[in-house]
């Protein structure tokens, strides 16, 4: 599962209390998906940022992120023999083509996509 995050969460936040009604919805969409399954060996979360900001702030609200989005799905009762979290902050962009030269309004859409959460899951489908 590819998460965008500006679907999950307002821009530079990552907290439960600041996620969008939309990004809750997507979530619990994915749990009742994942219930589906008869056992989940590992689930592995990876937020991700775009290249606004410095290293060390991208990797702690990447890690932010994703650490919510953990702690979302094991509040919808997603449960796991192994569940990660990690920030990877700037270092695993999609977009290619976002100008530093383009206005702020513009560059911060540009680079959205870039602003995500992965999810990966191995397990046992019924």
Known sequence: ???????????DKSGRDEML???????ATIADRLKS???????????????????EYND???QARAETVKAQLE??????????AKGAGKREPLTKDCS????????????????RVTIEVSGVVR
Do not use: M, N
């Not at 702020?104 to 870039?114: G, I, K, N, V, W």
């Open 60 to 62: 702690k609200l990447s």
């Open 75 to 84: 509040a919808l009762g997603i449960k796991a023999a192994s569940v990660s």
């Open 1 to 11: 599962f590819i998460l965008l995050t500006d679907a999950l969460f307002r821009f």
């Open 100 to 115: 530093d030269k383009l206005p702020r309004a513009e560059l911060t859409q540009c680079l959205q996509p870039d602003r």
């Open 37 to 55: 399954y008869k056992s989940i060996a590992s689930i592995t979360i990876v937020g991700h940022s775009d290249r606004l900001g410095s290293d």
């Open 21 to 27: 009604p939309g990004g809750l919805q997507r979530l």
